[in-house]
Nanobody
Protein backbone atom coordinates (compact mmCIF):
# COMPACT_ATOMS: atom_id res chain seq x y z
CA UNK A 1 0.00 0.00 0.00
CA UNK A 2 1.33 3.40 -0.98
CA UNK A 3 0.35 6.49 0.95
CA UNK A 4 1.00 10.18 0.49
CA UNK A 5 0.89 12.14 3.73
CA UNK A 6 0.83 15.93 3.64
CA UNK A 7 1.51 18.47 6.33
CA UNK A 8 2.21 22.15 6.75
CA UNK A 9 -1.04 23.88 5.87
CA UNK A 10 -2.57 26.59 8.00
CA UNK A 11 -3.66 30.19 8.28
CA UNK A 12 -1.29 32.97 7.29
CA UNK A 13 -1.57 36.67 6.54
CA UNK A 14 -1.05 37.98 3.04
CA UNK A 15 2.64 38.36 2.32
CA UNK A 16 3.56 35.52 4.64
CA UNK A 17 5.08 32.13 3.97
CA UNK A 18 4.24 28.49 4.48
CA UNK A 19 6.01 25.27 3.64
CA UNK A 20 4.06 22.16 2.72
CA UNK A 21 5.55 18.70 2.80
CA UNK A 22 4.42 15.41 1.32
CA UNK A 23 5.98 12.03 2.04
CA UNK A 24 5.37 8.94 -0.03
CA UNK A 25 5.55 5.71 1.93
CA UNK A 26 5.08 2.04 1.17
CA UNK A 27 6.63 -0.41 -1.22
CA UNK A 28 7.86 2.04 -3.84
CA UNK A 29 10.25 1.13 -6.60
CA UNK A 30 10.70 4.49 -8.25
CA UNK A 31 8.98 7.85 -8.51
CA UNK A 32 8.34 9.58 -11.81
CA UNK A 33 6.57 12.72 -10.63
CA UNK A 34 5.71 14.43 -7.40
CA UNK A 35 3.47 17.44 -7.69
CA UNK A 36 1.20 19.82 -5.83
CA UNK A 37 -2.30 20.67 -6.96
CA UNK A 38 -4.82 22.96 -5.35
CA UNK A 39 -8.55 23.47 -5.39
CA UNK A 40 -9.95 26.79 -4.30
CA UNK A 41 -13.57 27.43 -3.33
CA UNK A 42 -15.78 26.96 -6.37
CA UNK A 43 -12.81 26.25 -8.59
CA UNK A 44 -11.43 23.25 -10.41
CA UNK A 45 -8.33 21.49 -9.18
CA UNK A 46 -5.23 22.95 -10.82
CA UNK A 47 -1.56 22.09 -11.00
CA UNK A 48 0.58 24.36 -8.84
CA UNK A 49 4.06 22.86 -9.22
CA UNK A 50 5.62 19.62 -10.29
CA UNK A 51 8.92 17.84 -9.82
CA UNK A 52 9.98 15.33 -12.47
CA UNK A 53 12.36 12.43 -11.96
CA UNK A 54 15.02 14.03 -14.16
CA UNK A 55 15.08 17.00 -11.82
CA UNK A 56 13.02 19.33 -13.95
CA UNK A 57 10.34 21.43 -12.31
CA UNK A 58 7.34 23.31 -13.62
CA UNK A 59 5.04 25.91 -12.12
CA UNK A 60 1.70 27.51 -12.74
CA UNK A 61 2.10 31.05 -14.02
CA UNK A 62 0.22 32.36 -10.99
CA UNK A 63 2.87 31.09 -8.54
CA UNK A 64 6.04 31.50 -10.60
CA UNK A 65 8.65 33.37 -8.61
CA UNK A 66 6.76 32.93 -5.34
CA UNK A 67 6.59 29.15 -4.87
CA UNK A 68 9.43 26.64 -5.02
CA UNK A 69 9.12 22.87 -5.22
CA UNK A 70 12.01 20.72 -4.10
CA UNK A 71 12.52 17.14 -3.09
CA UNK A 72 14.48 15.11 -0.56
CA UNK A 73 15.09 11.94 -2.54
CA UNK A 74 16.30 9.96 0.44
CA UNK A 75 13.02 10.56 2.24
CA UNK A 76 10.66 10.36 -0.77
CA UNK A 77 9.46 13.75 0.34
CA UNK A 78 8.54 16.77 -1.72
CA UNK A 79 8.20 20.26 -0.33
CA UNK A 80 6.39 23.34 -1.55
CA UNK A 81 7.85 26.56 -0.20
CA UNK A 82 5.24 29.26 -0.60
CA UNK A 83 6.32 32.89 -0.20
CA UNK A 84 4.51 36.18 -0.72
CA UNK A 85 1.20 34.45 -0.25
CA UNK A 86 -1.95 36.11 -1.55
CA UNK A 87 -5.60 35.61 -0.58
CA UNK A 88 -6.16 34.00 -3.98
CA UNK A 89 -3.75 31.23 -2.94
CA UNK A 90 -6.38 30.06 -0.46
CA UNK A 91 -7.22 26.46 -1.34
CA UNK A 92 -6.92 22.85 -0.33
CA UNK A 93 -3.52 21.70 -1.52
CA UNK A 94 -3.13 18.12 -2.65
CA UNK A 95 0.02 16.11 -3.17
CA UNK A 96 0.13 13.86 -6.22
CA UNK A 97 2.64 11.27 -7.28
CA UNK A 98 3.06 9.05 -10.31
CA UNK A 99 5.20 6.12 -9.24
CA UNK A 100 6.00 2.45 -9.60
CA UNK A 101 5.03 0.19 -6.72
CA UNK A 102 7.53 -2.57 -6.13
CA UNK A 103 6.97 -5.30 -8.69
CA UNK A 104 4.52 -3.27 -10.77
CA UNK A 105 4.87 -3.15 -14.54
CA UNK A 106 3.14 0.18 -14.91
CA UNK A 107 3.10 3.34 -12.81
CA UNK A 108 0.06 4.52 -10.88
CA UNK A 109 -1.19 7.86 -9.60
CA UNK A 110 -1.67 8.51 -5.92
CA UNK A 111 -3.16 11.44 -4.03
CA UNK A 112 -2.79 12.77 -0.54
CA UNK A 113 -5.72 13.72 1.64
CA UNK A 114 -5.23 17.45 1.16
CA UNK A 115 -4.17 20.24 3.48
CA UNK A 116 -5.94 23.58 3.86
CA UNK A 117 -4.06 26.80 3.19
CA UNK A 118 -5.89 30.00 4.08
CA UNK A 119 -4.42 33.41 3.36
CA UNK A 120 -6.08 36.37 5.06
CA UNK A 121 -5.84 40.04 4.22
Amino acid sequence: QVQLVESGGGLVQAGGSLRLSCTASGRISSINVMAWYRQGPGKQRELVAGWLSGGDTNYADSVLGRFTIFRDNAKNTVYLQMNSLKPEDTAVYYCNSNLFRSGARFPSDYWGQGTQVTVSL
